[in-house]
């Protein structure tokens, strides 16, 4: 663009051999604000010559007084930058949802012989003296705690029959 706004190259040459005049973009205004010693070359995000968001900056020439303006369509700027977030996002949400199931089968795992052992224990407090623990799964703690219940529950009936005996 010259120092009035008006487009001196571009991709559309009938633009051109129009004579538009192009100082309503925001980098060509700031251009056309500004002295030649105080311009800024910033990227900024701005809707383009062609109406669609782009992100672009220009620079000033000394001679002729003119400035270069670049701009490249926004999702094609960030392209790059989308795509990662995106595939960032896809990956916790995939490891949220691992962390979620493996936390389940953890919990499953650990609850379950806990949950058993604790019916037993009910069962034998109603009356069913004959009852074992199943202690043969679960955490290594778990299978102790099950093996001293029966074993508690092994002399409780020794005793118990001691003294009906007697």
Do not use: C, H
Not at 141 to 157: C, G, H, I, K, P
Request: hydrophobic residues 45%.
């Amino acid at each position: 663009v010259d120092r009035q706004g008006n487009l001196i190259a571009f991709s559309d040459t009938a633009r051109v051999l129009k004579g538009e005049n192009v100082s309503q973009l925001q980098v060509v205004g700031e251009f056309l604000d500004n002295p030649p010693a105080f311009q800024k070359t910033e990227m900024s995000t701005y809707p383009g010559i062609t109406e669609t968001t782009v992100v672009g900056t220009y620079i000033a020439l000394e001679t002729p007084d003119w400035a270069v303006v670049t701009e490249v369509p926004w999702g094609e700027a960030y392209r790059e930058v989308i795509r990662e977030a995106i595939l960032s996002l896809a990956i916790i949400l995939a490891m949220a949802i691992m962390a979620g199931v493996l936390g389940i089968f953890i919990a499953r795992r650990l609850a379950v012989p806990l949950v058993s052992l604790t019916e037993t224990a009910a069962r034998i407090a109603g009356g069913e003296m004959a009852l074992q623990a199943s202690a043969g799964s679960g955490p290594g703690e778990v299978v102790s705690l099950a093996t001293a219940f029966n074993s508690m529950t092994a002399q409780l009936r020794d005793l118990i029959g001691r003294d009906q005996r007697r």
